[in-house]
């Protein structure tokens, strides 16, 4: 008699089951649309995080040869050692990142090294893909 009472517990019902399978709907009803509505602010989301990560392997770069990729090496630099002068003596032979990402509108990021502190600047153009665009967000960076 415990056998049969037990097999009679065990797993959902239909009716469970569709509250649950309902329940799951509403939610998706309700948050799907506030995250498909927000593309755009995803996109400025992974620029800013590309930009990050580019900076940091700006940093490494610096560590090694004490000073930053000069604009004209630009941020290829990170991916085959300068040819153009100053050529690094300590670059590492693995290179700092494998491949050079773009923008999530398919532009390559910008590069800026005025040479003065030791500040650099990288950025994208954002939407407008050029610079000076319009919007808020026209130009994302690492300032």
Avoid: C
Avoid at 64 to 72: A, E, L, M, V
Avoid at 113 to 120: A, D, L, R, S
Avoid at 123 to 142: C, D, R, V, W
């Amino acid at each position: 008699m415990m056998d049969y009472q037990r097999k009679k517990q065990a797993g959902f019902t239909l009716i469970e089951v569709m509250v649950v399978v309902m329940i799951l709907g509403i939610l998706a009803a309700i948050v799907v649309p506030r995250i498909v509505s927000r593309p755009e602010e995803a996109k400025i989301v992974k620029a800013k995080q590309d930009i990050a990560r580019l900076e940091a392997s700006l940093d490494l770069y610096r560590l090694d040869n004490g000073i930053y990729p000069t604009q004209q090496q630009g941020l290829q630099a990170l991916i085959t050692k300068p040819t153009i002068p100053p050529v690094p003596n300590n670059w590492s032979a693995s290179g700092y990142v494998n491949r050079l990402p773009t923008d999530p509108w398919s532009n390559d990021y910008q590069y800026r090294n005025p040479g003065t502190h030791g500040e650099i600047d990288i950025y994208s153009f954002g939407p407008s893909g050029q610079e000076g665009g319009e919007g808020t967000q026209a130009e994302i960076g690492n300032w």
